[in-house]
């Protein structure tokens, strides 16, 4: 490779880094359409199983029962997270005076120069969170850009299948073409599918462990755990900071956080380090190195909803890069050191 074709590479690969960053407004609506349009059409395959005088169902009748089983999901979540933000409201003076009599404790505990309930007395915790919330629902600023995307994504993939055969005009293209897009579906499904089973096991027994404990909205905290558990590596830890928060300033102790955090940090410790790689490692084929640089670099250049996606990110790239001989390399990179090149397979 002459350094004329090099520096050309490097100028094409930082303009791409500059467009995800500076695109990121426009784009993560998009990948978040193409996120809801892959389960749109997943949940099409689940319900075309199902046959009313051995004839499976119109595909508008699988489109309507796939839409409604979103909507009823996401309408579950706000629910959830609107009645238990109504709850800590209600119990919030019993949250605020332990506090209080914690960092006073703290405080003269450890001598400091200013009492840290000084400090908190002047806070006003449910208005911090009421705009806690208010910024989260700025999502909704976006809903209709991405329920556009999805409409027309809906619409293209009717004629998607018509493109491809004019754009590889050759069989044996068009049916390599076809295998690597069944290859990365496959790949995708097998992590998501297993990735919520496992998340679902983390907020089950979490849910357990809170319920157990007496800890305030165990099952609010036990979904957040399976909602974070998407996030590779610190996702799992991120999730028990919310209940050993709560457990603190609801029993105004030492004994029951500690017993939260432990516990919580056990489980997540025996899913995430011993299950999930025996379980995804295999499947996946990727580095845990490459893992944790995809989860820094598309969480840093496209936030929480790049922490979600960079496991199938990666694995998309990986799979794509196998194909072709000038990448593959980057592709064993990619790999956790199994054999990526499918002609060798």
């Known amino acids: 490779m002459n350094i004329a074709s090099l520096s050309s590479r490097l100028l094409l690969i930082t303009l791409i880094l500059i467009g995800l960053y500076l695109g990121k407004d426009l784009l993560i609506p998009f990948v978040i359409a193409l996120v809801i349009w892959y389960l749109l059409n997943s949940l099409n395959r689940l319900f075309s199983r199902i046959r009313i005088n051995k004839k499976s169902l119109p595909s508008y009748l699988l489109l309507i029962l796939s839409g409604l089983t979103l909507t009823l999901f996401s309408y579950f979540i706000a629910k959830l997270v609107l ?72 619409i293209e993939q009717q004629i998607f299948d018509q493109k491809l055969k004019q754009i590889f005009k050759e069989r044996a293209e068009y049916a390599r073409f076809l295998g690597v897009g069944k290859k990365v579906d496959e790949s995708i ?22 319920l157990i404990i007496g800890v305030d909205f165990a ?72 893992v944790i640089l995809a989860l820094t670099f598309w969480g840093s250049i496209w936030g929480i909803a790049g922490m979600f996606l960079c496991v199938p990110i990666t694995v998309i790239m990986m799979i794509i890069f196998s ?23």
């Open 83 to 154: 009645v238990n933000f109504d709850d800590f409201v209600i119990e919030y003076p019993k949250y605020y005076t332990n506090f209080l009599a914690l960092t006073s404790e703290f405080s003269s505990s450890f001598d400091l120069p200013i009492s840290l309930d000084e400090l908190v007395k002047n806070a006003n915790l449910p208005s911090l969170l009421s705009g806690a919330v208010d910024s989260s629902l700025g999502f909704v600023g976006t809903f209709f850009l991405v329920v556009l995307y999805v409409i027309f994504l809906l």
């Open 219 to 290: 099952v609010l905290w036990a979904f957040l755990i399976f909602m974070l558990n998407y996030i590779p590596i610190i996702g799992a830890f991120l999730g028990i900071i919310f209940p050993t928060l709560i457990a603190i300033v609801q029993f105004g102790g030492y004994v029951e956080p500690l017993l939260v955090i432990c516990l919580l940090s056990g489980i997540q410790l025996i899913i995430g380090n011993f299950v999930e790689p025996k379980i995804l490692g295999t499947r996946l084929n990727l580095s845990p190195l490459v």
């Open 323 to 345: 194909q072709f001989d000038s990448t593959r390399n980057i592709a064993i990179l990619l790999s956790g050191g199994k054999v990526v090149d499918e002609k060798k397979q």
């Open 189 to 210: 499904h097998t992590y998501v599918s297993i990735k919520t089973v496992l998340c679902l096991l983390a907020g089950i027994l979490s849910y357990i462990v809170l």
